[in-house]
């Protein structure tokens, strides 16, 4: 699969998930909301709980699925791994975004897409 594909279903895919879970969690606290302890039943707590920790379940899974799926290298076609991005200190202590990069198993050139890490303004 084209690497351009295969960045797009990882998107779509990671969005899908963490929307899907955090529906069915909120959905299945609906019906278990009646036989639950008195401390789950609060909103706050039933939200975090069948909400937010079910769709960062779902992303996770997603995310996880994606490196046992392969990329097709753009130089000689074979399998490239899919690395999500990060954000990491370099050798000065300097924040550096790194982005989402496939690296292929056969020739090991290293393919950088233009998808980057959000982050946040270093605000003083």
Same mark, same amino acid.
């Given at each position: 699969?084209?690497?351009k594909?295969?960045l !797009?279903? *990882?998107?779509?895919?990671n969005i *899908?998930?963490?929307i899907a879970?955090?529906?069915?969690?909120m959905s299945?606290?609906?019906?278990l909301?009646?036989?639950?302890?008195?401390?789950?039943?609060n909103k706050q !707590?039933?939200?975090? *709980?069948f909400?937010?920790?079910?769709a !960062?379940?779902?992303?996770? *899974?997603?995310?996880?699925?994606?490196?046992?799926i392969?990329?097709?290298?753009?130089?000689?076609?074979?399998?490239?791994?899919y690395?999500?991005?990060?954000?990491?200190?370099?050798?000065?202590?300097v924040?550096?975004?790194?982005?989402?990069t496939?690296?292929?198993k056969?020739c090991?050139?290293? +393919?950088?897409?233009k998808?980057?890490? +959000?982050?946040r303004?270093?605000?003083t």
């Amino acid at each position: 699969m084209p690497i351009k594909l295969h960045l !797009a279903l *990882v998107i779509v895919s990671n969005i *899908v998930a963490l929307i899907a879970g955090f529906i069915l969690g909120m959905s299945g606290y609906e019906v278990l909301k009646p036989s639950l302890p008195e401390m789950l039943q609060n909103k706050q !707590a039933g939200f975090i *709980v069948f909400g937010l920790i079910p769709a !960062a379940l779902g992303y996770y *899974v997603s995310r996880f699925i994606f490196h046992f799926i392969p990329g097709k290298c753009p130089k000689c076609g074979s399998h490239a791994t899919y690395r999500p991005s990060a954000t990491k200190k370099n050798a000065f202590g300097v924040k550096q975004n790194i982005p989402v990069t496939y690296h292929c198993k056969s020739c090991g050139y290293v +393919h950088r897409t233009k998808v980057f890490p +959000h982050h946040r303004p270093d605000v003083t």
